[in-house]
Nanobody, 126 residues
Framework: QVQLVESGGGLVQAGGSLRLSCVASELTFSIYAMGWFRQAPGKEREFVAGISGSGGSTYYADSVKGRFTISRDNAKNTVYLQMNSLKPEDTAVYSC???????????????????WGQGTQVTVSS
């Protein structure tokens, strides 16, 4: 049974940093693109960042470009999201997801993803 387990969320002041991790099990990790999505209270879930299976290509929402960095370590079946210069509007539950799609243009859309983690809460105080 495939499992994606996120960690690293928490409470941080505006301007601070957090690093999220997502460990995958029972998955041929390197053939899956990985994505991070977030959902704030009362809002739709939105794409944050994506990375190809090899790690050679990355994709970001405009709202996080230049502040967040997605990376992966295929030897550890882990994808990371380094979040810097955090803002109160970054407050949300962050979830990782795995996609078997080969088409990068689909990585922005949640229905592309086959497997999802439970999420980790990130709260940024002003």
């Amino acid at each position: 049974q495939v499992q994606l387990v996120e960690s690293g969320g928490g409470l941080v002041q505006a301007g601070g940093s957090l690093r999220l991790s997502c460990v995958a099990s029972e998955l041929t990790f390197s053939i899956y693109a990985m994505g991070w999505f977030r959902q704030a209270p009362g809002k739709e879930r939105e794409f944050v960042a994506g990375i190809s299976g090899s790690g050679g290509s990355t994709y970001y929402a405009d709202s996080v470009k230049g502040r967040f960095t997605i990376s992966r370590d295929n030897a550890k079946n882990t994808v990371y999201l380094q979040m810097n210069s955090l803002k109160p509007e970054d407050t949300a539950v962050y979830s990782c997801a795995a996609s078997s799609s080969r088409y990068s243009r689909t990585y922005y859309y949640e229905n592309t993803y086959n497997y999802w983690g439970q999420g980790t809460q990130v709260t940024v105080s002003s």
